[in-house]
């Protein structure tokens, strides 16, 4: 086991290796321009595409043409905190954007052009951001493991025979490479959170409307979120500061708090509790080198103004809770979509499909009862720790050409969601979840940390994260792919 990052070199453009809160630093006092960053952008994605497979998308006219159309929103409204003065982005192939190609991973959509923008991506480019590029995804999202038909398969920056997690996998990368600065990602079953540990980064599951919602004609499906990754918690606290907000589209979308997510950093942290726990009181199988990086990393992290316990839950029920509310997910989202683009599914999300299909009125009205006994389990437990640390998965990345584990800790894997039992808890009970570096194995690879924090405890959540990122202090700089 090795804990300490390795330190592939970096052959990009300098501009690549800075935090996104120094750029946007630079931009706000005319140091850089946009344009510039762009061409940083663009000039790394060309040196690492044909390696990673990352970033899918491109519509440089479209950048182009929205440098500018640049809101200059100190003049307008005062400089909002996450006004990001025209940082180059990514965005992942899930969510719309205006007249820019938008494939969700699908054969079906290939060469489908949006009409019109989500409304987290009006928020964002209202807000400042450049749209550099769109990031891959597996198929409509469903999956740990990044690749689909359109686009083949993202690799991983630390060994590209290696997968990069999923389906935020083409988001995760391109930060790791130093593609982009930020990057949007979204997760059902850890799909911000998985990728952003496979790859070093930082991903974020917000509460649901945090960060914007489900598209508008599934805005009550609130299992699958979008969230912010980034390379370090400070860049990621800009994100969603820029991601959040109440917009009327989003029925369930949660108004901006009054100290804005970068403030909370800045305001002493006080006595952090953690509650920690290797294999989640034995709900799923941990591999030794996982078990020994995060205990590794619990034991840097404890210290003056930080308690660690062994803790955890009783959380009876979850894993029936969670696959069935996700089955009611796919049963009123993809089950939803026309013939000929349901004809293209790859198997196993004809069988997340016809499992959500399948669910009897008596699943269904169990699950919801259940979450809410699970909600509560976590909530009282949370009054006495700051949040409940656990991995991420169970397990290294695997073969790229692997769709899931056939097996975990010597635990058969019997389908591709069951691999990812520690992505349940945070969608089950709504609470938010940040994935973050703890540590590398011997080979080499990235391991993560779970943070899961109190109902609608993002600040607090981040401050965590913050005190946890600096005891450990292993860098987060962008690398050049390790072609293997």
Known sequence: ??????????????????????????????????????????????????????????????????????????????????????????????????????????????????????????????????????????????????????????????????????????????????????????????????????????????????????PVDTGFAFEAVQGPMARDIRDTALFLDAMAGYDARHPLSIAEPAVGFQAALDQPPGPIRIAFSEDQGGFAPVEAPIRAVSRSAMQAVSGEGVTVEEACPDLPGLAETYTTLRGMHYASVTARLPDHVRAHFKPTLVENTAHGLSLTPEQIFDAQRQRTVLYHAMRTFLQGYDVLAIPVTGIAPGPVEQEYPPFVDGQPVNDYVEWLRFSFLAPTTTLPALSMPAGFTAEGLPVGLQLIGPPRGEARLLQVALAVEERLALGCSPIDPVVR
């Open 1 to 214: 086991m090795e804990s300490q990052r390795p330190s592939p070199p970096f052959s990009g453009p300098e501009l690549c290796t800075l935090p996104a809160r120094t750029v946007v630093a630079m931009l706000k006092a005319g140091e850089v321009s946009p344009s510039e960053l762009l061409e940083a952008a663009w000039q790394r994605m060309d040196q690492v595409e044909t390696a990673v497979n990352a970033t899918v998308i491109r519509d440089d006219p479209r950048a182009r043409a929205a440098l500018a159309r640049l809101p200059d929103w100190a003049a307008q409204n005062g400089e909002h905190r996450g006004w990001l003065a025209g940082l180059p982005v990514g965005i992942k192939d899930l969510i719309a954007v205006a007249g820019m190609r938008g494939t969700a991973g699908s054969a079906a959509l290939a060469e489908f052009v949006a009409p019109e923008s989500d409304a987290l991506i009006e928020r964002l480019e209202a807000r400042g951001a450049i749209i550099a590029g769109k990031t891959n995804t597996p198929e409509f999202g469903a999956g740990g493991n990044t690749f689909n038909a359109v686009f083949g398969a993202t690799r991983n920056p630390w060994d590209t025979g290696r997968n990069a997690g999923g389906s935020s996998g083409g988001a995760a990368v391109s930060l790791a490479t130093g593609e982009v600065w930020l990057s949007h990602g979204s997760d059902l079953a850890g799909s911000l959170r998985t990728p952003a540990a496979f790859c070093g980064v930082i991903g974020l599951r917000p509460s649901p409307g945090r960060a914007g919602g489900a």
